[in-house]
Every structure is written in structure tokens, then in C-alpha cells.
């Protein structure tokens, strides 16, 4: 009996400790936006430089909060890349209300999402984005599921976004530990982190736990994540993301995410 309750007590002090960001972030009601999808803000957070004030090749990783109750959990990521000399960007990203749920769009790349200001991951311009930009698009085109969405644990948006990120070369961009999905593996249990030099385990995205160099070391536990990160000074916790001073990945000179 004795044992019994305290395994009881132990399960429900480790769910506690998984759900406390998720909770902390309802009660606080910082995250509350419009009332609905059709009235919250979409339009650019003016991050990213105009195509005339930056004509060379640019790749920019983004994520903002999920919509709705969602975003407790979880960010929504996307990819943007604009050739040298292009007068536009391309948004690369999943959706779940669209049979055909990838789609690559011409469109500002830091728009808000549905209310939630974007957040810049990783910026990579010049030579180095114009060599990375032909495999981004043959790494969207060659994404395994097309037609298939799942909120939790994946494939996702963020499924789509790590998936994009391994498959390319030179690409090395670590995703914050509450983009719920990017540990989905689909058949698979093993994978190099998108971060580059590092590797991960999942069990179809319920149970993992994966160490690299730019993410650091990660626990995840039913879609929950929590770990340390020592490049970057930074601690992850579920829900509330990444507390980290510095930005683990690739920025232009001067910039800051």
C-alpha cells in the first residue's frame, strides 16, 4: 500500500511538473487575443527586411504561438526563403484545415499568427541561403505527409518544419522545445537533431529524449518537453519555451532573434 501511494504521488508530481508552464501561461490570460480566428491579427510584425531594402538570398525560420488554447502548449513554426533578387518571400508551412496540408505561398514571412507576434528563430542570407534554398524546396516536395495532420503528437506543423531542417545540409537550425511535433519520426525512432551536430530517440513522438549541440539536452514525455541548454545559457520548460540569454543559431551580423 505503502509503495502504491507512493507511486501515485510520484506520477502525480511529474504530471504537475509537465503541466505547470501550460497552466501558468491560462491563469496569467498572456496569451489571450481576439475573440476569433477572423478578427486576430495577421498582418507583418516588420522583422524580416523588405525585398528592396535586402536583395540577396534569405532563409528565416519563424514561430509564434498556436491559436487558442493551443498556444498553453505549443508554437506554430514555418519557414520563409526569398531568392537573390526575388521581389517577394515564399512561406513554407502546415496547416491542418487544408486537405492538401503543405503549402507554399508568396506572402510577408513575419506575419502574425492569428494574434500571435512571431518570434525569429534563425536568419541565414546571402551565399549561404542562395546554396540552401534548392534543397529546401526538394526537401518540401519529398515531405512524407502531405495529406495527413495530427495536432499531437504529429506530424504537425513543427513535424514539417524539423522534417524540412534534417533533410537539408547546412540547414542546422534548433527549434524551441515547445514546438510540440518537431520530435515526431514518423516509422522511425532514431534521427539526427534538426539543430545539426547532435542525435534524438522518440517513441512516436510520446516519449523521447535527444541531445545536440545548438538544442542542448531535452526530455520528452507525452509531447511535453523540458531540458537544459548550455550554448545557449538556457533552460526549457513545458509550455513556456526556451529561457535561455543567448540565441543558439545562425543570425546575420548584428542581429538578435
Do not use: C
Request: proline residues 8%.
Amino acid at each position: 500500500m505503502k509503495r502504491l501511494k507512493s507511486s501515485a504521488l510520484w506520477f502525480f508530481a511529474s504530471l504537475l511538473t509537465l503541466l505547470a508552464g501550460p497552466l501558468l501561461l491560462a491563469a496569467s490570460g498572456a496569451l489571450h487575443g481576439a475573440e476569433s480566428w477572423q478578427s486576430a491579427r495577421r498582418d507583418s510584425a516588420n522583422i524580416a527586411p523588405t525585398p528592396e531594402q535586402a536583395p540577396e538570398a534569405i532563409v528565416q525560420v519563424y514561430g509564434a504561438r498556436a491559436w487558442s488554447w493551443r498556444g498553453y502548449f505549443a508554437v506554430h513554426t514555418w519557414i520563409a526563403t526569398k531568392e537573390a533578387g526575388a521581389s517577394h518571400y515564399l512561406v513554407h508551412e502546415v496547416t491542418g484545415w487544408r486537405r492538401a496540408v503543405v503549402r507554399s505561398r508568396i506572402a510577408a514571412p513575419d506575419t502574425y499568427w492569428f494574434g500571435a507576434e512571431p518570434t525569429l528563430y534563425a536568419d541565414l542570407r546571402g551565399d549561404q541561403a542562395a546554396r540552401l534554398i534548392p534543397h529546401i524546396y526538394d526537401a518540401i516536395a519529398a515531405y512524407p505527409y502531405p495529406d495527413e495532420y495530427r495536432a499531437w503528437p504529429g506530424p504537425n506543423s513543427n513535424t514539417f518544419t524539423a522534417w524540412v531542417i534534417r533533410e537539408v545540409p547546412g540547414l542546422d537550425v534548433a527549434l524551441p522545445n515547445h514546438a510540440i511535433g518537431k520530435d515526431y519520426l514518423g516509422d522511425r525512432i532514431a534521427a539526427p537533431v534538426p539543430g545539426g551536430l547532435g542525435y534524438q530517440l522518440s517513441l512516436g513522438g510520446y516519449l523521447g529524449v535527444l541531445a545536440g549541440v545548438r538544442e542542448g539536452i531535452e526530455l520528452n514525455v507525452l509531447g511535453l518537453s523540458l531540458g537544459i541548454n548550455p550554448r545557449a545559457l538556457g533552460i526549457k520548460l513545458p509550455g513556456i519555451g526556451e529561457l535561455a540569454l543567448l540565441n543558439p543559431n545562425p543570425m546575420p551580423e548584428g542581429g538578435s532573434p
